[in-house]
C-alpha cells in the first residue's frame, strides 16, 4: 500500500473523499494511524504512526486552517527524522511541545527487556525526543494534556497494559494511578482540568474529579473517539461513531452533522478561529470544517 499525497483539491460531498491527478505514490506504512494533531506554533499538522511520527501536508487547505501559523510547504507526508518508532500515544501538548509514547524504533532499541518508551517530549517538531518518565514500563496508549494554573502541564495517560488511568501534575515527571477503565480515546476539558472524557464499549464516559471516578454522559450517542473543542472556537464536544458519523453537542443536545461513511481510526479537532477536524482512516486524511458535511483530503492511500 502506498500514499498519494494531495496538491490540490476540492471540498467533496458527505462521505467521500477526492483524489487529486497527477500525484506520485509514497511507499511508507499508514495502515496504522494511531493520533493526530496540529502545532498553532508552528503550523505542523502530524499523524502519530506504527513507523514514526509524520509531517501531513496542508497546503491544500484555506487560510482559516490554522489561521496566523505559518504552513509547512510540504507536498507529500514526510516521516521526521527516519525515526520509526511505534507511536500508540500522542498529542500536542502545548504550542511547540510534543507527548508521545509507544514502543522504540527497532533501529535505535538497544535493550530488548525495555519494550516500551513510557513518556516523551520533542520540542523540536518530532525530530528528536527526550525521555521524561516511566521509560521502558509504560505504553501509553493514548495521551492528553492540559494547562494548569502555575503554569505546568496536566497530562492524562491510559496506561494499556494496566487498564488504568494514570495523572500527571508537573507536565509528565511523576504519575499518581487514577480509575481503572476500558477506553478506546480519551479527551481532557483545556477550560477545566478535572473534566475528562472517554469512550468506552458501554458508552461516552465523564469524570469531573481529574480521572477518579466516571459516569455515563447522559443524551451522548455512542462514540469511538471524542474530542472537546477549544473555547474560541464554541466550546463542547465533537466525536466520531464506529460508522463515521460526526457528532457535536451543543449545550446538552447532540446532533449528527456529518460523516465519513467510514470506520475512523484516528481524529482530531483543530481550534482557532475556525474549527477544522481532522481524521484518518483506511482511505487516508481528510479535514473538515463544517464538522463533516464537506470533507478535503489532504492524504489519500492508493490501493
Do not use: K
Request: a negative charge; hydrophobic letters at 40%.
Amino acid at each position: 500500500m502506498g500514499i498519494i499525497a494531495l496538491t490540490g483539491c476540492a471540498a467533496t460531498a458527505p462521505g467521500s473523499i477526492a483524489v487529486a491527478p497527477d500525484t506520485d505514490p509514497v511507499e511508507n506504512a499508514f495502515e496504522h494511524v494511531h493520533g493526530l494533531g496540529a502545532d498553532p506554533l508552528t503550523g505542523h499538522t502530524y499523524a502519530a504512526t506504527h513507523q514514526g511520527v509524520w509531517l501531513i501536508p496542508t497546503s491544500v487547505l484555506p487560510d482559516t486552517y490554522l489561521a496566523g501559523a505559518p504552513r509547512a510547504d510540504t507536498i507529500q507526508p514526510v516521516q521526521i527524522a527516519g525515526r520509526a518508532q511505534d507511536t500508540m500515544g500522542f498529542t500536542v501538548a502545548a504550542p511547540g511541545q510534543l507527548l508521545a509514547s509507544g514502543h522504540p524504533d527497532p533501529a535505535e532499541q538497544t535493550d530488548l527487556d525495555l519494550p516500551n518508551l513510557g513518556l516523551i517530549s520533542s520540542t523540536d517538531g518530532a525530530s528528536s525526543w527526550t525521555a521524561l518518565s516511566r521509560e521502558g514500563l509504560t505504553d501509553f496508549h493514548d495521551l492528553d494534556a492540559v494547562p494548569l494554573d502555575d503554569g505546568s502541564l496536566r497530562v492524562y495517560g491510559y496506561d494499556a497494559a494496566a487498564g488504568e488511568i494514570s495523572v500527571s501534575d508537573d507536565s509528565g515527571l511523576t504519575w499518581s494511578s487514577r480509575a481503572v477503565l476500558e477506553l478506546r480515546d480519551l479527551s481532557a476539558d483545556p477550560s477545566q482540568a478535572d473534566h475528562l472524557y472517554a469512550t468506552t464499549a458501554s458508552g461516552l464516559m465523564m469524570s469531573i474529579d481529574a480521572g477518579r471516578s466516571f459516569s455515563p454522559l447522559a443524551g451522548a450517542p455512542a462514540l469511538l473517539l471524542v474530542d472537546t473543542v477549544s473555547a474560541d472556537a464554541g466550546g463542547g464536544l465533537v466525536g466520531l461513531d464506529p460508522s463515521g458519523g460526526i457528532w457535536r453537542q451543543d449545550a446538552e443536545t447532540w446532533t449528527q452533522t456529518g460523516t465519513t461513511g467510514r470506520t475512523p481510526e484516528a481524529f482530531t479537532a483543530v481550534g482557532g478561529s475556525s474549527l477544522w477536524i481532522l481524521v484518518a482512516d483506511a482511505t487516508g486524511i481528510a479535514a473538515s470544517d463544517d464538522y463533516g458535511v464537506t470533507w478535503t483530503a489532504v492524504v489519500s492511500l492508493s490501493s
